[in-house]
């Protein structure tokens, strides 16, 4: 990839797409704040939206359609400005 590649941070984003986990709640996902795309569609989660969902500054995607959430959503989910799809 040439000499300048290592100034190309960017180039790895990561994602998490239709992970079946067997778990009813969505604290795994509280620290990975550099997400791009986070599909967990039909996964039978029963939780709140975390709070800190606008520290996700570069989420592009996020579909958590299909669950049973509960509360409302957070003010923060709001200044996310890179998200396209909800």
Known sequence: MGENSTNC???????????????????????MKNLTTLVLRNNNISDIIPSNIGEYQILQQLDLSFNSLSGQLPKSLFNLSTLAYL
């Open 9 to 31: 941070p960017a180039i790895f984003a990561p994602r998490i797409s239709e992970l079946s986990n067997g778990s009813s709640s969505l604290a795994f996902i509280r620290d």
